[in-house]
């Protein structure tokens, strides 16, 4: 089983700035077969990004993904009010069980 | 609109038995994997499994195996997930997600999952 590590488990930050995150794998994917999302209270979560760097549909370019093999970043570049959320990263690289982080929470500061 | 709904909250006793839904629109259902991921209160989320409804080809996280089915009716493009006995620790909420997904041969490669239902609350309670 691949095991997904995501630090922090809090990132409090404010308004326009820059929110990186990390998502650790227990060993190495090919960078096609991570994911992330994004999900608010109440709400069902939303792919942000797929092949570690793809934004998904209707994503804003403020969005970005990077990383290869163990070690994966999605990056917001300036956060928006909407973007204070919980974000989950997903491997697909262990069929077929494929594990989610567990968690970054954005917060405001 | 591409779009998954899904069947309404449930309430249900130890016990009890319990099928919900996830009907899709908007696209070519027979042709996508679904899948079921599952949020217990105030946690994050767990991949349960996947089908194909093409032919009902199905693929499980051995932490759900045997725990719970999942079905699918491509004619009436619909997907489900069924328990025979349900615990208190199946108090959870349920979304059904379509997968993004590419064949190679015999192989299916996948993802993200691009389009996700509302989920369903499920309440297991005496």
């Known amino acids: 089983e691949i095991v997904l590590t995501q630090s922090p488990g809090t990132l409090s930050l404010s308004p326009g700035d820059r929110a990186t995150l990390s998502c650790r794998a227990s060993?190495?994917?090919?960078?096609?077969?991570l994911a992330w999302y994004q999900q608010k209270p109440g709400q069902a979560p939303r792919l942000l990004i797929y092949?570690?760097?793809s934004r998904a549909t209707g994503i804003p370019d403020r969005f970005s993904g990077s990383g290869s093999g163990t070690d994966f970043t999605l990056t917001i570049s300036r956060l928006e009010p909407e973007d204070f959320a919980v974000y989950y990263c997903q491997q697909f690289g262990s069929s077929p069980l494929f594990t989610f982080g567990p968690g970054t929470k954005v917060d405001i500061k | 609109e591409v779009q998954l709904v899904q069947s309404g909250p449930e309430v249900k006793k130890p016990g009890e038995s319990l099928k919900i839904s996830c009907k899709g629109s908007g696209y070519t259902f027979p042709s996508y994997w679904i899948g079921w991921v599952r949020q217990m209160p105030g946690k994050g989320l767990e991949w349960m499994g996947i089908?194909?409804?093409?032919?009902?080809?199905?693929r499980y996280s051995p932490s759900f195996e045997g725990q719970v089915t999942i079905s699918a009716d491509k004619s009436n493009s619909i997907a489900y997930l069924q328990w025979r006995s349900l615990k208190a620790s199946d108090t959870a909420i349920y979304y059904c997600?379509?997968?993004?997904?590419?064949?190679?041969?015999?192989?299916?490669?996948?993802?993200?999952?691009?389009?996700w239902g509302q989920g369903t609350t499920v309440t297991v309670s005496s």
């Open positions: 060993q190495s994917i090919s960078s096609s077969f």
């Open positions: 089908i194909y409804p093409g032919d009902s080809d199905t």
């Open positions: 092949g570690a760097s």
């Open positions: 997600a379509r997968h993004i997904s590419s064949r190679w041969y015999d192989n299916y490669h996948f993802y993200g999952m691009d389009v």
